[in-house]
């Protein structure tokens, strides 16, 4: 038996990335929940594969080509919403890419292309969002956050890192700016959750996943599917008085300390 409080039937949903990965997986976890769904990515064929597996549920999903470093795209995105549904209750800030550059040697179109992907988009898309939901009185924006905008993670993520920071910052003003009108602004801070470039990265790099598991304490790479749970607990009345909260979805990472150590840790020592 599924708690009211997490049923989202009767709401339209905005997820970013639903082509794939963590965006596909929230995109479907909110269907799940009853809620429809517009789909916003630029891989056009992969949206429309999300949107057949939320039409087997039941729910209307509507994909968008959608550059979420484009302003005049996530305005144009938000205005097919005001079209096709008159309103918006969740929206899921997931996309965005972020360039890796060696810091001394870092271009400055490699940081504009970050910045404009990864907090400049994400700022007017919750614009957007919060224009129509403090009309509304209600609503609930969750961006997704890197551990590498909490804490560094060396390996050419200056740019990464810097954008990430800036969009826990946003989270932080949005929710104290719009909390008072009904509009809430959460984060899901994600570490070391396995998607298609992570795969080939590894893949390049034998040492990287041993790497990571040495700060995961739960022993294993998260999975895409693992965003739904707190991603529906943030979308529905459940967090009803939860805003501003950087939540983590990172298998321990950021409660250990560097210099420590858990029991099955690659290469760990009893010191």
Sequence with gaps: MTHPLFDLSGRVALVSGAASGMGRQMSIG???????VV???????GAQETAHEIEKLGRRAVPVICDVSSVEQIRATYALIDK???RVDVVGN????GLLSIPLEVSEEAI???LHNLVVGRFFSCQEAGRRMLKQGKGSIINIVSIGGIT???RSHVGYGMAMGAGAQMIRDLSTEWASGGVRVNGIVCAQITNKG???RMAADPKLAASFLRGLPIGRLGRPEEIKGPA???????SSFVTGALLPLDGGNLAKNAGGSHPGMPNATDE
């Design 30 to 36: 909110f269907a799940e929940s009853g809620a429809d």
């Design 39 to 45: 789909l916003a990515d630029i891989n056009s064929a």
């Design 84 to 86: 096709e549904f008159g």
């Design 94 to 97: 997931v996309a965005g890419e």
């Design 112 to 114: 504009v292309k970050t």
């Design 152 to 154: 560094a993670l060396g």
């Design 198 to 200: 992570l795969e080939k």
């Design 232 to 238: 529906i607990f943030l979308a529905s009345d459940a």
